[in-house]
């Protein structure tokens, strides 16, 4: 069975400091994995996915297979970054494409 | 664009009671999914439909949870019965299904049902 773990329930940096978000995964297959946020008051959005290696609002995140990890990264966190994130997994190599979520932390960026 | 359009927001229903949760898919999205997220936990996968054809309804709890999309449009996730443990946000999910975009997820606002 396919799960994935977020370790911190909340997560709380100051404004500027670095800022890691932890994920792991478990799955036997082929998976692909992404990370989704989650503003105050607002819906469930992509933020960024493990094939696409992009940077988006200063974030990256690197699939290492041989640790099951895809930690979430920030170098200057923003108060503007406090959020609700998510870590999900897919299977890349099948037709359903559900994701399995893990429970999420929440990021706040104080001034 | 119009994104993923779900209905009603909020719903509370009294134990024992049907209800029926709506969702409008982004236009031309084939994929749609339904998850359930209880207070404190992620999202959790009830249901997958490709256009009209349910693929998979592993994640539905009980048979008292039933979804449709008979058009490969909007889909209806019905409770029949409902209990307390139902409570919860249920989220409607699209996504296009094309090679460069699959497995990009769409969400509605979902619906935060309460039961009492």
């Known amino acids: 069975a396919q799960r994935v773990t977020q370790p911190e329930k909340l997560l709380s940096v100051f404004k500027g400091a670095p800022v890691e978000l932890k994920c792991n995964y478990s799955?036997?297959?082929?998976?692909?994995l992404f990370w989704y946020v989650q503003y105050s008051r607002q819906r469930l959005q992509l933020l960024l996915r493990?094939?696409s290696r992009e940077s988006i609002k200063g974030f990256t995140a690197d699939l290492n297979k041989g640790e099951t990890s895809f930690h979430l990264k920030k170098p200057f966190a923003q108060e503007e970054d406090s959020a609700m994130y998510y870590c999900?997994?897919?299977?890349?190599?099948?037709?359903?494409?559900?994701?399995?979520f893990g429970k999420g932390t929440l990021l706040t960026v104080n001034p | 664009g119009a994104g993923v359009s779900q209905s009603p927001r909020y719903k509370v229903a009294k134990r024992g009671q049907d209800v029926a949760l709506r969702c409008d898919p982004i236009?031309?999205?084939?994929?749609l999914f339904w998850y359930q997220q209880a207070l404190g936990q992620g999202p959790e996968f009830l249901t997958y439909?490709?256009?009209?054809?349910?693929?998979?309804k592993s994640g539905l709890p009980s048979d008292r949870f039933f979804a449709e999309r008979p058009e490969g449009s909007v889909s209806t996730l019905k409770i029949q019965r409902t209990q307390q443990e139902d409570s919860a946000v249920y989220l409607c999910?699209?996504?296009?299904?094309?090679?460069?975009?699959?497995?990009?997820?769409?969400f509605g606002a979902g619906t935060r049902l309460s039961v009492l």
């Open positions: 999910a699209s996504s296009p299904r094309r090679v460069h975009l699959k497995n990009i997820q769409y």
């Open positions: 799955y036997s297959g082929s998976p692909e």
């Open positions: 493990h094939i």
């Open positions: 999900a997994l897919s299977d890349s190599g099948g037709s359903n494409y559900k994701l399995t």
């Open positions: 236009s031309g999205h084939v994929s």
């Open positions: 439909f490709q256009n009209e054809a349910q693929l998979d």
